[in-house]
């Protein structure tokens, strides 16, 4: 069972930028489509960023053009790059497989932006 870590999160005032990395224990090359996860309190959690093996991007209306999904396979790490945060980007950030499977739900990366 490999298991995710999340790391990187932090304060941060508007405008500012974080990026968040997310370590596996074992290999991610068998994971076709992997994503950024967020959940603000007293919301639902959503996805905002995914990858595939192959490097193609998605990403949601709300953070397009701010923040930038990559993967390193060698290191079996996923990053988040957030720039230009908003207030509202606030949430515990996840990494998962997309969809999100049960078994892979770590602790997640609080990220907190200030205004």
């Known amino acids: 069972q490999v298991h995710l870590l999340e790391s990187g999160g932090g304060l941060v005032q508007a405008g500012g930028s974080l990026k968040l990395s997310c370590a596996a224990s074992?290999?991610?090359?068998?994971?076709?489509?992997l994503g950024w996860y967020r959940q603000a309190p007293g919301k639902e959690r959503e996805l905002v960023a995914t990858?595939?093996?192959?490097?193609?991007?998605n990403y949601a209306d709300s953070v397009k053009g701010r923040f930038t999904i990559s993967r390193d396979n060698p290191k079996n790490t996923i990053y988040l790059q957030m720039n230009s945060l908003k207030p509202e980007d606030t949430a515990v950030y996840f990494c998962?497989?997309?969809?999100?499977?049960?078994?892979?739900w770590g602790q997640g990366t609080q990220v907190t932006v200030s205004s």
């Open positions: 074992g290999s991610i090359s068998a994971f076709i489509v």
């Open positions: 998962n497989l997309v969809p999100g499977q049960y078994s892979y």
């Open positions: 990858i595939t093996t192959g490097g193609s991007t």
